[in-house]
């Protein structure tokens, strides 16, 4: 998914800005610095593979070029950023533009070596996530009790090598522990603009959150720690159907590219409509009054058709599963 509306112009005191479809300041010139601070507590190095979530104004992306990582992906989902990332990955070599949301497009990305968080909840995200925006800032009005931290490290963690860092924007003092990592919080000083009405504050935060035992972190070892959804209306039934097919996809191998590349773009399609992989029952749970008004069809239809995907899925992962053995696994 990608919206459209951000636009980038200057402040009353002509500074550079980025504004959202409502008018709302997204980000500002004052961040560069803050944005520089936090790159660099990464550590990056030649060999690192880093991920960046959100183009924005270039700001952390450019100085995270300036220690020529072999690889940068950076995922953004509003299209008029992307035009200005796409000119910036034309520019700077080992640069990938992934359009959309990380909530849709991270789950089939590989590993990282080095992470930079700096999303921005957009009202169109919102409305499709049925949330609400306040008047500016980031906060959300009781629609979800956790940080977009949280929501992030459970996913971010299953693409995480041994000894990742994970740096990004945090303006309030957040319990980012996990098992299997290490977190420190440097505080900066920051001058924000009279102007700025998103960061009344005049300090930061630089957190960094280093992985020591990735499948710890990831909710593989020994812990009874369990990743949650991969976005807000994923289900757990959706996850575990699709957990072996997320490492399918994930594990490189000399052979069945062709394969691993339908599987990836198939679970990219279902995480863009998990609501679909569920069953009508569940279905029934999850869609309240206002969406079977206007949504009757999406949530009464046949489930033959995700069937018959998972069913692709499970066999291209293993030659002897059984239809019998599909249907349980949805059913679990």
Same mark, same amino acid.
């Given at each position: 998914?990608?919206?459209?509306?951000?636009?980038?112009?200057?402040?009353?005191?002509?500074?550079?800005?980025?504004?959202?479809?409502?008018?709302?300041?997204?980000?500002?010139?004052?961040?560069?610095?803050?944005?520089?601070?936090?790159?660099?507590?990464?550590?990056?190095?030649?060999?690192?593979?880093?991920?960046?979530?959100?183009?924005?104004?270039?700001?952390?992306?450019?100085?995270? =070029?300036?220690?020529?990582?072999?690889?940068?992906?950076?995922?953004?989902?509003?299209?008029?950023?992307?035009?200005?990332?796409?000119?910036?990955?034309?520019?700077?070599?080992?640069?990938?533009?992934?359009?959309?949301?990380?909530?849709?497009?991270?789950?089939?990305?590989?590993?990282? #070596?080095?992470?930079?968080? #700096?999303?921005?909840?957009?009202?169109?995200?919102?409305?499709?996530?049925?949330?609400?925006?306040?008047?500016?800032?980031?906060?959300?009005?009781?629609?979800?009790?956790?940080?977009?931290?949280?929501?992030?490290?459970?996913?971010?963690?299953?693409?995480?090598?041994?000894?990742?860092?994970?740096?990004?924007?945090?303006?309030?003092?957040?319990?980012?522990?996990?098992?299997?990592?290490?977190?420190?919080?440097?505080?900066? =000083?920051?001058?924000?603009?009279?102007?700025? !009405?998103?960061?009344?504050?005049?300090?930061?935060?630089?957190?960094?959150?280093?992985?020591?035992?990735?499948?710890?972190?990831?909710? !593989?070892?020994?812990?009874?720690?369990?990743?949650?959804?991969?976005?807000?209306?994923?289900?757990?039934?959706? =996850?575990?159907?699709?957990?072996?097919?997320?490492?399918?996809?994930?594990?490189?191998?000399?052979?069945?590219?062709?394969?691993?590349?339908?599987?990836?773009?198939?679970?990219?399609?279902?995480?863009?409509?998990?609501?679909?992989?569920?069953?009508?029952?569940?279905?029934? #749970?999850?869609?309240?009054?206002? #969406?079977?008004?206007?949504?009757?069809?999406?949530?009464?239809?046949?489930?033959?058709?995700?069937?018959?995907?998972?069913?692709?899925?499970?066999?291209?992962?293993?030659?002897?599963?059984?239809?019998?053995?599909?249907?349980?696994?949805?059913?679990?």
């Amino acid at each position: 998914m990608t919206t459209q509306g951000n636009v980038v112009g200057r402040d009353p005191l002509g500074k550079e800005i980025l504004w959202s479809s409502l008018g709302q300041q997204v980000m500002m010139e004052w961040e560069k610095q803050y944005m520089r601070q936090c790159v660099d507590a990464l550590e990056i190095r030649p060999m690192d593979r880093v991920l960046e979530i959100g183009f924005g104004l270039a700001y952390s992306a450019s100085h995270i =070029q300036s220690f020529a990582p072999a690889q940068h992906t950076i995922i953004e989902c509003d299209r008029e950023v992307l035009l200005r990332a796409a000119q910036f990955e034309s520019e700077h070599s080992g640069v990938h533009i992934v359009a959309g949301t990380w909530q849709q497009m991270l789950p089939i990305l590989g590993e990282f #070596d080095c992470v930079f968080f #700096d999303d921005y909840p957009l009202p169109e995200l919102l409305t499709a996530q049925g949330g609400s925006l306040q008047a500016g800032g980031d906060g959300l009005s009781g629609v979800r009790p956790r940080s977009r931290w949280h929501d992030f490290l459970d996913v971010v963690l299953h693409h995480c090598a041994a000894g990742a860092r994970i740096s990004g924007y945090l303006a309030r003092s957040l319990d980012l522990r996990r098992p299997g990592c290490e977190v420190s919080m440097t505080r900066v =000083q920051v001058a924000t603009p009279v102007n700025c !009405n998103y960061f009344p504050h005049e300090t930061a935060l630089v957190p960094v959150i280093t992985v020591v035992a990735p499948a710890v972190a990831a909710g !593989n070892g020994t812990t009874n720690a369990q990743p949650t959804p991969m976005s807000v209306q994923a289900s757990r039934k959706f =996850q575990h159907a699709f957990e072996k097919a997320r490492t399918a996809a994930r594990t490189p191998t000399a052979s069945f590219s062709a394969e691993r590349s339908q599987i990836a773009e198939i679970r990219e399609f279902l995480l863009a409509h998990e609501m679909d992989a569920l069953s009508h029952d569940e279905r029934e #749970d999850e869609c309240g009054d206002d #969406d079977m008004m206007e949504g009757d069809a999406e949530c009464s239809g046949s489930t033959q058709g995700r069937f018959e995907i998972v069913l692709f899925l499970h066999r291209e992962r293993d030659e002897g599963c059984t239809e019998e053995a599909v249907k349980e696994l949805i059913r679990k």
